[in-house]
């Protein structure tokens, strides 16, 4: 990652927050540092990276921060007002992400967020005019910490209705280290019961068994998205933890060796009052290679008073207004050498 790790801090004031702070910045501290300055605007950014050639695997290891958000496109209850579209941009940049993945949205927010994010972000070159990146994700990368190699596309999923599912994939270098990895992006079907779940598994392994005939260099992976899935009964099984824990892949919190936030849902329902249990359908998974130094469910806290009877008692509140009815996940992984 680069020279602004002193701008990571764990979002919120959870309880595990100072703690986690202390444990985060020491990870960070092991971070590479080295930057290529991109001064360019988009366009220039990728035709620059369609000859450059890619820096060289070294053998030391590479940290950096890596995530997911569901942005919500389109909600009644939010809009997609200049406003939210700067909120969702600010949210981006706090995460200091040097690679996320975006789901819900579609081509026109993908260019009013890039609009908003650039030159410190871009995409990779995937989607198309009808916006299949509304089920697939997006991702957005920094292009002065990474370069966006040849292997990219999208894996149709197996879709029961609704609009197709797809998975986004693309390979990068990351500059200063020259750590060749692939990210993916995926947003699966939602649902409750058994019968979704059996979506879920189906429509995950096709995107494990899919990504592994195209990774023939057997580089690192991470699977960051929506999974709509998560431990919890109505889902009666967790598919896609199953699936991907099958192929070799782990969940970040339950790799990470410090975690900030752990126990706020990913969803939080556009409700002030914290919906809380550490239940995330937004997650990362990582190969089996890559370390997880830190994860964490990003939050955006005030601290208000109330009087309880005679008493008045300090309450943790979501801030207002909501930047989308999901939290960001955001991990600090450590790529091994190559």
């Given at each position: 990652?680069?020279?602004?790790n ?21 990870a960070?501290?092991?971070m ?52 939210r579209l ?36 871009t ?30 596309g ?21 500059r200063?280290?020259g750590a060749?990895?692939l990210f ?23 995107m494990?068994i ?73 997650q ?47 991990s ?7």
């Amino acid at each position: 990652m680069s020279n602004r790790n002193h701008d990571l801090q764990p979002a919120g004031n959870a309880s595990t927050a100072a703690p986690a702070r202390r444990r985060m910045v020491a990870a960070c501290a092991l971070m590479t540092s080295a930057t290529l300055v991109v001064a360019t605007g988009i366009a220039g950014v990728h035709s620059a990276e369609a000859t450059t050639p890619a820096p060289q695997p070294r053998s030391s290891s590479t940290s950096m921060m890596v995530g997911t958000f569901n942005v919500h496109n389109g909600s009644s209850s939010l809009g997609n007002s200049r406003g939210r579209l700067d909120r969702i941009a600010a949210e981006i940049r706090r995460g200091a992400f040097e690679v996320v993945g975006i789901q819900e949205a579609d081509t026109a927010m993908r260019d009013q967020l890039t609009a908003r994010l650039r030159p410190t972000y871009t995409y990779s070159l995937l989607g198309d005019a009808r916006g299949i990146n509304m089920t697939g994700g997006l991702i957005f990368y920094r292009p002065d910490s990474l370069y966006a190699g040849q292997t990219q596309g999208t894996v149709p999923l197996p879709t029961p209705s609704g609009p197709q599912r797809f998975a986004l994939y693309q390979d990068f270098y990351h500059r200063s280290s020259g750590a060749h990895f692939l990210f993916v992006s995926v947003h699966l079907a939602n649902g409750d019961g058994r019968a979704a779940s059996d979506w879920r598994s189906v429509q995950a392994r096709k995107m494990a068994i899919r990504i592994a005939e195209i990774n023939k260099s057997a580089l690192p992976v991470i699977i960051g998205g929506d999974m709509n899935s998560n431990r919890g009964a109505k889902y009666v099984y967790d598919a896609p933890r199953q699936v991907l824990q099958a192929n070799g892949f782990g969940e970040v919190f339950d790799r990470a060796t410090a975690r900030a936030n752990a126990n706020f849902n990913s969803f939080n329902r556009l409700a002030r009052n914290p919906p809380k249990g550490g239940y995330r359908p937004d997650q990362i998974y990582v190969s089996g290679s890559i370390g997880v130094q830190y994860a964490e469910t990003m939050v955006r806290i005030v601290v208000k008073k109330k009087r309880v009877g005679s008493k008045v008692k300090k309450v943790k509140l979501y801030r207002t207004p909501f930047v989308s009815d999901h939290n960001p996940i955001r991990s600090i992984v450590t790529i091994p050498g190559q």
